[in-house]
C-alpha cells in the first residue's frame, strides 16, 4: 500500500514537469517555461524594411579643384591706314610709267593700286581714297554727277572721282580726261586749291606745235587742252573757257 502511493506520487510530479499549460490557459514552450515569460501574439514579427535604398556616398569636388581656363585674348586689330604690303614689288630702274602699271609708294615700290590705302595706276603716285579704288581711281557714287556735288572730275553722270588720277584727271565736277602718261610723258597733277588736278607733261625750253601738237601750251608747259581751264590744241596759248561761261569741247571753249 504504501508503495503503490510512492508511484502515484511519482507520476503526478512526472506530469506537471511535462506541460506547457498555465493555469490561465496559455501555452508555454522552450525556455519561456522554465522563466515564466508569456509570448505576445498580438504583436507582428519585424519585417526588415529593403524599400528605401540606402543613400550614395556622393563627393562634391571642392570648389578650388574646378579650374576654368581664361576666354582667348581678342585678335589684334588690323591696321587699314598703311596699304597693304602683299602686292608691293620694287621694279629695276625704279617706280614710274614705263615699270609700273598700278602706282607707287614713296619707298618705291609698285602696288597693284587696286587697294583704298594705296589707289592708282600708270605708275603714278598712290593715293589713299575715302570710299572706293576701282581700276586705279579714287571714285565715289554720285548721282548726276556736276558742279554741284563734285569737287573732282566725273565719269559719266553717277560717279565723282577725286580728280587726281592720270586715267581720270580733272576739277570742278567736269567729265574726266586722261593723261597718257605711258605716250606722252604726262601726268595729273593737283591744283593749289586742292580740289582735284589738271594733266602737265614735260616742260620744254619753249612749248610749241613740235613738242605739244595735239594739246595747248601754258607757258612753257604742254597741258592736254581739254580742259575748262586749259582749252586748246596745235601747241598754242591755252584759253580759260571760264573767263565768259563757256566750256572746253574738242579743244575749242564753246557755248
Not at 126 to 147: F, H, K, M, R
Request: hydrophobic share 25%; net charge negative.
Amino acid at each position: 500500500m504504501r508503495r503503490f502511493g510512492a508511484m502515484a506520487l511519482l507520476a503526478l510530479v512526472l506530469g506537471c514537469g511535462r506541460s506547457g499549460l498555465l493555469d490561465d490557459g496559455t501555452y508555454i514552450t522552450g525556455d519561456d517555461s522554465h522563466d515564466g515569460g508569456t509570448a505576445d501574439s498580438s504583436v507582428p514579427p519585424s519585417v526588415e524594411d529593403s524599400s528605401v535604398p540606402p543613400a550614395e556616398d556622393v563627393t562634391v569636388p571642392p570648389v578650388e579643384d574646378v579650374f576654368v581656363p581664361p576666354p582667348p585674348p581678342p585678335p589684334p586689330e588690323e591696321d587699314v591706314s598703311a596699304p597693304s604690303m602683299e602686292d608691293v614689288s620694287v621694279p629695276p630702274g625704279g617706280c614710274g610709267y614705263a615699270t609700273c602699271s598700278g602706282c607707287c609708294d614713296s619707298n618705291g615700290g609698285c602696288h597693284q593700286g587696286s587697294d583704298t590705302s594705296a589707289c592708282g595706276g600708270q605708275g603714278e603716285q598712290c593715293l589713299s581714297c575715302g570710299q572706293l579704288c576701282v581700276d586705279g581711281i579714287c571714285l565715289n557714287l554720285s548721282s548726276n554727277c556736276g558742279p554741284s556735288n563734285c569737287t573732282g572730275c566725273c565719269l559719266g553722270n553717277d560717279v565723282c572721282t577725286d580728280g587726281l588720277h592720270a586715267g581720270a584727271c580733272g576739277t570742278g565736277g567736269m567729265q574726266c580726261e586722261s593723261c597718257n602718261p605711258a605716250t606722252g610723258g604726262g601726268k595729273c597733277a593737283a591744283n593749289a586749291a586742292g580740289t582735284g588736278g589738271s594733266c602737265s607733261f614735260p616742260t620744254s625750253a619753249a612749248c610749241n606745235d613740235t613738242i605739244c601738237p595735239m594739246g595747248c601750251c601754258v607757258g612753257n608747259l604742254c597741258v592736254q587742252g581739254t580742259q575748262d581751264i586749259a582749252c586748246g590744241s596745235g601747241g598754242v596759248g591755252c584759253q580759260d573757257c571760264t573767263q565768259d561761261g563757256r566750256t572746253c569741247l574738242g579743244r575749242t571753249c564753246s557755248f
